[in-house]
Nanobody, 127 residues
Framework: QVHLVESGGGSVQIGGSLRLSCAASGYTINSACIAWFRQAPGMVREGVAAIAPDGIEYYTDSAKGRFIIARDSAKNTLYLQMNNLTPEDTAMYYC?????????????????????WGQGTQVTVSS
């Protein structure tokens, strides 16, 4: 059974940084595309970043230049380093794994491509 546990969320001021973690069990995170999504209140869940087994990274436009997705295969853990945070980044952040596709280029932004999700970690950015 796949189990994903996110951590690292919290409340920060504008311009601050956070590093989210997603510890996986029952699944090897570099087996296929793995991603971070987020969902703000009243909004649809959207893809933030993804990383393929070959290490190619994908980002939504608002995350480019500010967020970095990374993984530690030894720890079987996925990370999301978030810098220069703005109130628009306020959301629940979810780790998504066990993609239908090996490559993220096959549609990493699509929720239906991922079979397993964590419970989420809340990020709140305020002035």
């Amino acid at each position: 059974q796949v189990h994903l546990v996110e951590s690292g969320g919290g409340s920060v001021q504008i311009g601050g940084s956070l590093r989210l973690s997603c510890a996986a069990s029952g699944y090897t995170i570099n087996s296929a595309c793995i991603a971070w999504f987020r969902q703000a209140p009243g909004m649809v869940r959207e893809g933030v970043a993804a990383i393929a087994p070959d290490g190619i990274e994908y980002y939504t436009d608002s995350a480019k230049g500010r967020f970095i997705i990374a993984r530690d295969s030894a720890k079987n853990t996925l990370y999301l380093q978030m810098n220069n945070l703005t109130p628009e980044d306020t959301a629940m952040y979810y780790c998504a794994a066990r993609s239908l596709y090996l490559k993220c280029s096959n549609g990493w932004r699509s929720l239906s491509n991922f079979a397993d999700w964590g419970q989420g970690t809340q990020v709140t950015v305020s002035s």
